[in-house]
């Protein structure tokens, strides 16, 4: 995050640059007139402008007016000023302020605000990426390995592409199986420090009598089978990321303790007096509603905003439809490797199976049923019936293609559409270009076939 501190004041321009200072953000520049701040914005690439609206010469109003042709990538402003004026406050924000604060500012109030700004500037950047008519190839570099075409998940990658920059506490949410660690060194990959380590981390899986102890460290004898000094996950991922997995699982009398690690970035092992210093980015993720645990009381609220600096919920494989060609193809390639199998590919009705499956395990579960095709094919294609996954009943699909007469294939391409439309029989007639009455009687004469009534029996 790069910030531009603007005010006539010197004692204001030290105080919020040491108060920036603190909490890391370290890429801050000051100048004390509207003159030389017009320069700055112009010729550099400022993420947010921080902006005394009083100052002699040059005001704060002219300096958005003088610069708002040359702002990089929808650089944020944030008006400062000692005087509480409601039209002023209005003139502001129309001229695109994100927000205007009246002075003496709180400390929290203004490292929210900024907080809040950057996260703007980020959704912006990402719904200008997806607006765009961004490809496959619009995927941000750090995140090459997720493999996506949904615009959504594009949008996504974007904003954290953004916000990663700013080397801030990140929460990633959503369902299991979504690809929550993959996003997790993607945004590591874009952070400050890409080439520092990256640090996995269930906490789930971490006894309690042992939580100090593998985060924070011990000393040799600190404790019966300290047998060596241990180096705990917080100063192994110094300099780099530490990627906390299932936080939402994270006992209540240890939350106070990581809390006070991530505030003063000093870890004291067990059996040390004297604290080290650890400058690393949290990333951490959870499949849990925090705010439903935070009003339950098995998450500190506070706890909660720490990590939340910036949030990104992935989205259910289910609501990725048209990743699932993609992401079948991926697993194919890697399970073919992985077993020796040559096999080209996964044919039309296996291929609609997959995008008609419900998968409650997500991009893991289908990641499972490919490579169990793999495993299961005696072709060089994968057919539906080697999909089956010991659960759901080995049946070809209604709409396999085969020789058959026209009759019977009127037949098939009717279940085909009821399948799809989820058996909706206005939604089918519709496709199908007749009426309801005329699908009931071709459906009423279907179950009195024998041969056919199999096609629709649970539809």
């Known amino acids: 995050m790069k910030i531009l501190i603007v005010d006539d004041e010197q004692v204001a321009l030290t105080s919020v640059r040491r108060l920036l200072r603190r909490r890391n953000i370290r890429n801050v520049e000051i100048c004390d007139n509207g003159k030389e701040a017009i320069s700055k914005i112009k010729e550099q690439d400022f993420d947010i402008v921080i902006l005394d609206l009083l100052m002699p010469e040059v005001d704060g109003f002219h300096v958005m007016e003088a610069t708002k042709p040359f702002k990089h990538n929808n650089t944020e402003f944030i008006m400062l000023t000692a005087v509480e004026d409601v039209s002023t406050a209005v003139k502001a924000i129309r001229l695109g302020a994100y927000d205007y604060l009246v002075k003496p500012v709180d400390n929290e109030r203004l490292l929210l605000s900024i907080e809040r700004a950057y996260e703007h500037k980020g959704l912006l950047m990402g719904l200008a990426g997806t607006l765009s008519g961004s490809n496959k190839t619009d995927v941000p570099e750090p995140f090459a390995d997720i493999i996506t075409q949904c615009p959504r998940m594009k949008e996504l990658l974007s904003y954290a592409h953004v916000m990663a920059r700013g080397g801030n506490p990140f929460l990633i949410t959503g369902e299991s199986g979504t690809g929550k660690e993959l996003m997790a060194r993607g945004i590591h990959k874009a952070g400050p420090n890409p080439n520092g380590p990256f640090i996995p981390v269930n906490v789930s899986s971490i006894p ?26 917080f100063e192994q991922a110094d300099m780099g990321t530490l990627f906390l997995d299932e936080i939402g699982e994270l006992p209540v009398n240890l939350q106070a303790k990581l809390l006070r690690v991530l505030e003063d970035k000093y870890v004291t092992r067990i ?14 993720a959870t499949n849990t509603d925090l705010r439903k645990a935070c009003r339950e009381g098995r998450f500190r609220l506070d706890l909660n905003y720490r990590l939340k600096s910036a949030h990104v919920h992935l989205p259910p494989l289910q609501e990725r439809g048209g990743d699932i060609p993609l992401l079948a193809s991926h697993f194919l390639k890697k399970a073919c ?9 996964l044919s039309p009705e296996a291929l609609d199976m997959l995008m008609n499956k ?32 010991g659960h759901e009943r080995p049946s070809i699909p209604t709409f396999a293609r085969s020789l058959c007469s026209l009759k019977e294939n009127y037949d098939t391409h009717l279940a085909y559409v009821l399948t799809h439309t989820k058996g909706d029989r206005k939604k089918a007639s519709d496709i199908l270009g007749v009426t309801v009455r005329q699908l009931q009687r071709k459906l009423a004469q279907m179950k009195d076939n024998p041969r056919r009534k199999s096609l629709i029996n649970d539809l």
């Open 271 to 284: 059996g040390e007096i004297e604290p080290r210093h650890v400058e690393v980015r949290i990333i951490s």
């Open 208 to 233: 309690e009598t042992l939580f100090e102890s593998q985060l924070f460290g011990h000393t040799k004898g600190a404790f019966t089978g300290a047998d060596k000094d241990y180096k705990g996950y």
């Open 358 to 389: 419900n998968y409650p395990g997500n991009i893991r579960e289908l990641a499972q049923v490919v490579e169990n095709g793999v495993l299961l094919a005696k072709s060089a294609t994968i057919l539906p019936q080697d999909l089956y996954d």
């Open 337 to 345: 490797m992985r077993h020796k199998k040559d096999i080209q590919g």
